[in-house]
């Protein structure tokens, strides 16, 4: 359930509501007790900020149910293709520019036959691949989506595949925890031609071992950024930290978070990314509908205008729309 009711108990004026955006992360699905499908979308977009453009970004959505395991993730390409299609009816309403599919880089070379087939039915929408890599010894901790093993990053037959992204135009979105950052770095400087975008300030954790450890975590996590950074194929997504994994609570409290909430507890981390990446390769993110378990749309989007404030228009640009639509070639 999205817990609608929960959500509206924080009311905000919309601060700047005619500012473009482009939201380059959110998820598509038919989840029996949380679907969130095109007028969900929209129901969020609409809300009063001014999101013109969003990017689709894998989560097992609608895959295949008969054929080659390997082809099965064509079913999500092919799904959110038509629902961008739907979408067009409505102009006014933000479009789904972009997708970011999954396949199983792990196939190697071999994995070139299923980017080229995601590319022939996502046309120009298809954009790149995410192949999560978030793995934790703690079964507190939920492991990705994709069962990851412990090394993603290192795995030869990964690398393999990983190879085939840069040829055929396509990025990669990371999708890992705080600790496995230098092993992304490693992967970002053997790649250095392939765009990778760094989703959800990767992954600091607070919950089972991790929770009473954010200070600590903290400091260690700026280091590893800051060295992530000098990679200048990496673009970074700074938003996805109201999850529960991230251990702040809020989806537990009686109201949900407010911007100033998020402001206050979440500054460090926006003003460091946006320092050692520059507001040219830093766009934030909605994450939705995964971070609505904590805050909702137009106030999450409030919360990014106020710590975007002192920057300059051209910075505030690229932070809301520019960088989005560099790192996932958007029209």
């Known amino acids: 359930m999205q817990r609608l009711d929960w959500l509206a108990q924080v009311d905000e004026e919309i601060i700047d509501p005619d500012r473009p955006i482009v939201d380059p992360h959110h998820h598509l699905w038919h989840h029996d007790k949380n679907p969130y499908l095109l007028d969900d979308l929209w129901a969020d977009t609409g809300s009063g900020h001014k999101v013109v453009q969003t990017v689709f970004v894998e989560c097992m959505a609608e895959y295949r149910t008969s054929g080659p395991d390997a082809l099965k993730p064509l079913g999500e390409t092919e799904f959110v293709v038509s629902v961008a299609n739907e979408a067009k009816a409505r102009p006014d309403s933000a479009q789904i520019a972009g997708i970011v599919g999954y396949t199983d880089l792990t196939l190697g070379a071999s994995v070139r036959e299923v980017l080229e087939a995601h590319i022939e039915i996502g046309g120009d929408l298809f954009k790149g691949i995410r192949h999560a890599a978030g793995w934790d010894a703690s079964e507190v901790v939920r492991n990705s989506h994709t069962n ?69 975590i903290l400091a260690q996590w700026k280091e590893d950024v800051a060295d992530l950074a000098t990679c200048k194929n990496v673009y970074a997504k700074i938003g996805g930290l109201a999850m529960p994994i991230n251990g702040f609570g809020w989806h537990k409290q009686a109201r949900p978070a407010s911007s100033d909430d998020l402001v206050a507890v979440h500054k460090d981390y926006y003003a460091h990314m946006i320092d050692v990446f520059g507001p040219d390769r830093c766009m934030f993110e909605s994450n939705f509908p995964v971070d609505k378990q904590s805050i909702s749309y137009p106030v999450l989007w409030n919360a990014f205008k106020k710590i975007a404030a002192g920057y300059s228009e051209a910075e505030k640009d690229d932070l809301f729309q520019g960088s989005a639509k560099r790192a996932y070639r958007l029209n």
């Open 148 to 216: 990851p093993p412990q090394n993603l990053y290192e795995d030869k037959n990964f690398r393999q595949g990983f190879a085939e992204l840069a040829r055929l135009g396509m990025s990669f979105d990371a999708w890992n925890y705080h600790h496995q950052i230098p092993r992304l770095t490693d992967l970002a400087r053997v790649f250095e031609d392939t765009t990778i975008i760094f989703d959800h300030f990767g992954g600091p954790l607070g919950i089972g071992p991790y929770e009473g450890k954010r200070a600590e």
